[in-house]
């Protein structure tokens, strides 16, 4: 059974940074695309951006030129987020499956993880 975990979530001032990290267990093949997306109480989840297993790369007019996703050798996704805004305050969800197409649809692929929370406040 396919597990996502996410790490790295927490407080932040706005103007500040942190890296949140998702590694995938159980007995998979490296997935095709990985990514994220977050969500605020009472409005849907929204894509945040994602990686294919080439490389490519996609983002949120939202967040472009603020955070960045890379992706390990295996299946492990990080996302820098730099110059964190209220705004962003959310929690943020793990996404990984075999569609590449995400970065064009930004939609989810089938696995989710349990997600972390970003609170960007003074």
């Known amino acids: 059974q396919v597990q996502l975990v996410e790490s790295g979530g927490g407080l932040v001032q706005p103007g500040g940074s942190l890296r949140l990290s998702c590694t995938a267990s159980?007995?998979?093949?490296?997935?095709?695309?990985m990514g994220w997306f977050r969500q605020v109480s009472g409005k849907e989840r929204e894509y945040v951006a994602a990686?294919?297993?080439?490389?490519?790369d996609g983002y949120a007019d939202s967040v472009k030129g603020r955070f960045t996703i890379s992706r390990d050798a295996a299946n492990t996704v990080y996302l820098q987020m730099n110059n964190l805004q209220p705004e962003d305050t959310a929690v943020y969800y793990c996404?990984?499956?075999?569609?590449?197409?995400?970065?064009?649809?930004?939609?989810?692929?089938?696995?989710w993880g349990r997600g972390t929370q970003v609170t960007v406040s003074s």
């Open positions: 159980g007995s998979v093949p490296r997935f095709s695309a």
């Open positions: 990686m294919t297993s080439s490389g490519s």
């Open positions: 996404n990984a499956g075999g569609r590449r197409g995400i970065l064009v649809t930004k939609q989810p692929n089938d696995y």
